[in-house]
């Protein structure tokens, strides 16, 4: 269980799949996210035993769609906007902003209803394996660890791999 206050780690995982990255605390993975390209979605979610699947809608700007595999209907839709930022709707209607407050800084966070950073995560761009952190700050337990995901998610697609953005 991730609580707040709590620093994760993403990476890029090393291994025969090239498209694959972890969340870990410490030494527990906390989420796997794998890149795929079929027609039904684009990534695998391996979170708390879940298998979540994110589809991406080449619409401009686009747009997102979380499921549970084999559960009918959306668990959440994220619809970004031109200027790299967007909004995260549950279906049970909580609702997130993704905010990038500086130009100069790769970090993003999603705020929650009361403008209160909940989740934040800060990409390294080098010559190295791409990797950051996701810091837990007013989000729940059982929210966290999903939203640490789905912010590392778009932080990939659209800074280390934003052609990803436009191909199916």
């Known amino acids: 269980m ?11 995982a090393d291994g025969a799949d090239h498209h694959q990255y972890v969340l870990r605390q410490e030494d527990t993975i906390i989420s796997q996210l794998h890149f795929v390209h079929t027609k039904e979605y684009d990534a695998v979610v391996e979170l708390a035993g879940e298998r979540l699947l994110i589809e991406k809608h080449l619409t401009v700007p686009y747009h997102l769609i979380l499921r549970k ?9 994220f619809d970004a906007d031109l200027k790299a930022t967007g909004k995260l709707t549950f279906a049970d209607g909580r609702v997130f902003t993704w905010e990038h407050p500086s130009v100069f800084v790769p970090e993003w966070y999603f705020a929650d209803a009361m403008q209160r950073a909940a989740v934040s995560v800060k990409a390294q761009f080098d010559f ?9 700050q007013q989000a729940t337990a059982s929210e966290a660890a999903l939203l640490a995901t789905l912010g590392c998610y778009v932080v990939i697609i659209t800074n280390l791999y934003p052609t990803y953005l436009f191909s199916r």
Do not use: F
């Open 2 to 12: 991730v609580n707040s206050g709590e620093t994760l780690i993403w990476e890029y």
């Open 128 to 136: 190295s394996k791409p990797h950051g952190i996701a810091t837990i």
């Open 69 to 77: 595999e084999g559960a009918p209907g959306e668990l959440a839709r």
